[in-house]
Every structure is written in C-alpha cells, then in structure tokens.
C-alpha cells in the first residue's frame, strides 16, 4: 500500500527549532513534487513550502520564507523541513503531500489535486 508518512513534530518553545519527515512507502518519491502544508481556516490549505523532484526550484510561503528550510534526499525517499525561529502562531497540523506538478502550482494552489497525502504531525508552539 503507497502512503506518505509524517514524523518529528512535537511542543517546542517559541525561538526553537524542530526537524519534520516526510517518508514515502510503497512507491518512488523522486518523480514527485513534494510539499508540506497546514491547515487555516476558510482554506483547503496552506501551502508552507515546497521542492522538485531534483530539489533545484523550491517555493515558501512568505510568513516562513526566512525561517523554514525544505531539503529532500530521493536515496531515503524523504523530505525534511526545517523549521527554525519557531512562533505560536506556527502552531498547527503540518502535513506533506505529492504531485506531479511544478511547486508553484502545488504550494500556491489551494486545491490542487494531489496523488498523495499524509496524515500530518502535531507542532506545537509553546512556552
């Protein structure tokens, strides 16, 4: 069964830093374009950064641009993203998913339609 797998989140002091995984089962990671999202209300989602199958062209959205990293290693069918400089407000539900697509479209897209979607991982922001 093909499923995408989030780990890493957890309660982290606001200025803390917290490392999240994407890991693929049962199918390829390398020929997709992946990205982690969050839920906002009114919204299908938001787009919070995303990365090509190569790695080369990433997108952010602009409220975690100077504090977030996505990198990607295809040998361990993975993709991390580094959250630094972390507020309350980045407290949420993170979740990746994956499309054959550019990450613009799929970060910038609300409701494109993804070929896989994990379940999330809870990161909270708090003293």
């Known amino acids: 069964q093909s499923h995408l797998v989030e780990s890493g989140g957890g309660l982290v002091q606001p200025g803390g830093s917290v490392r999240l995984s994407c890991t693929a089962s049962?199918?390829?990671?390398?020929?997709?374009?992946v990205g982690w999202f969050r839920q906002v209300p009114g919204k299908e989602r938001e787009g919070v950064s995303c990365?090509?199958?190569?790695?080369?062209?990433?997108e952010y959205g602009e409220s975690v641009e100077d504090r977030f990293s996505i990198s990607r290693d295809n040998s361990k069918n993975t993709v991390y993203l580094q959250m630094n400089m972390l507020k309350p407000e980045d407290t949420n539900i993170y979740f990746c998913?994956?499309?054959?697509?550019?990450?613009?479209?799929?970060?910038?897209?609300?409701?494109?339609?993804?070929?896989?979607r994990g379940q999330g991982t809870l990161v909270t922001v708090s003293s």
């Open positions: 990365i090509t199958p190569s790695g080369g062209i990433t």
């Open positions: 049962g199918f390829s990671l390398a020929k997709y374009t």
């Open positions: 998913a994956a499309a054959i697509t550019t990450a613009q479209a799929l970060c910038r897209i609300p409701d494109f339609d993804v070929d896989y």
